[in-house]
Every structure is written in C-alpha cells, then in structure tokens.
C-alpha cells in the first residue's frame, strides 16, 4: 500500500465473495499493467502480454493484448521494447535509441531462465509525439489531440496569410513545410503571435496569451 491509511477497497477475511473485490481492484489498477508479462499464456521461448491504452502521438490508443506469441532468440538476451506507437518486437543487440524499454530476457535452449522488468512508465523526454496539419485555404485551429503533440509540421499550399491557432498553455517545436508566396503564423485565438518561415523549425510558447519564440528559426 501507499501509506498505513489506504484508499482502496481491501479483502476482509470474513467476507464473502472475495473475488469480486479483488478483480474489482485489478480492474482499477490495469492501466498500469500495459505491456506487463501475461504469465498465463508464456511458455518456453514464447512471450504474451498485456494491452492498455497509451498516449501515441496525442492521441490516447488502444493497445490490444498480443495475440501471437513474441519469439524470444533461444540462448540470448532478448531486449523486448515498444516503439512509442505500441508496436512490441524484440532484438538481441540491446534496447533501441527512442524505444521504450519494457523486459530484458535471458533465455536458455527452450525456455526463459530469467527476465528484468525494465518498465519505468515515465516517457523518456527523447520519445516525442507528432502530427502534421494542412493549411491552405483557411486558418486552422488545433484539436486536442494536435496540441498535445510536441512536434508540428505544417504542410500544404497557402493560398494566403494563415494562422495556426493554439491553445494558450501551448508549446512545440514547429516545422513550417509550406509553401506558396505567404506566411505561417502560430498564434492564440485572442493573442499576437510569431510567424516562421517556410522550411524553417522554431520551439514556440504560448504564455497564457500570446505566441512568442524560444528559438530562432533554423
């Protein structure tokens, strides 16, 4: 537990229908288990595990419990990690620069002799989240999802000046792909805002009102 004084609903030892409780809290608890061991279904050099929703890209997705079974390298040490899309694979060279690191396995002819959960469950801050939006004919204003991304880029051909509107607690770094003779503005519904030039990236903030820069572009 947390501390002395818990939160949760506890087995009583002379309660009935002692089952109920405790998948009452293992349903509670579940989003922590996302990519966890599904020890039920492992066996020999086959690895299950468990689904979840993850934030991708700003978007919260579905992860579904693996359906086949991951192959472990036989006599290794297998690196079994997530891309930041929730795709699982394994290798035997070491964890990837950007994945997520979920198991370390050693593993002997026919089966596992041993694994380390590698979970941390705090996103390393190298793993950003994308998206791209189109502006053309219109400004755009970014949706919940687009905002949580810490990497924009903007495509399409502008048919005129245009603004990206962010929410006011907003920040990213920008890639401004457009083209076309006029300009990308990044800006708060009510607030100024900064404009970057085609090709070119900036690391921008809304505080609390206006868009300003925290880079030049480059």
Not at 20 to 32: C, H, K, R
Not at 146 to 153: D, G, I, N, V
Not at 170 to 183: E, K, P, R
Not at 189 to 212: C, E, F, H, P, W
């Amino acid at each position: 537990m947390a501390s002395s004084t818990p939160n949760l609903d506890l087995i009583a030892q002379s309660q009935s229908s002692k089952e109920v409780t405790a998948n009452a809290l293992f349903d509670a608890g579940s989003p922590a288990t996302l990519f966890g061991r599904r020890a039920s279904l492992c066996s020999g050099l086959n690895w299950f595990y468990y689904g979840g929703v993850m934030l991708v890209d700003g978007v919260l997705t579905t992860i579904s419990n693996n359906a086949a079974a991951l192959a472990l390298t036989a006599s290794a040490t297998n690196y079994i990690e997530a891309t930041r899309a929730g795709v699982v694979s394994k290798n035997t060279g070491g964890f990837t620069g950007g994945s997520i690191p979920l198991y370390t396995v050693v593993t002997g002819a026919s089966s596992v002799t041993s694994y380390t959960d590698q979970r941390a469950w705090v996103q390393p801050e190298h793993i950003t989240s994308m998206t791209s939006v189109s502006v053309t004919t219109a400004d755009v204003t970014l949706n919940d999802a687009q905002s949580r991304c810490s990497y924009l880029t903007t495509t399409g051909a502008l048919t005129a000046n245009r603004n990206v509107i962010v929410p006011n607690n907003w920040q990213g770094t920008v890639f401004c792909n457009n083209s076309g003779a006029f300009t990308t503005t990044f800006k708060t519904a009510a607030g100024s805002g900064v404009m970057i030039a085609q090709g070119k990236r900036a690391i921008l903030l809304a505080d609390g009102t206006n868009v300003v820069r925290v880079t030049p572009d480059t």
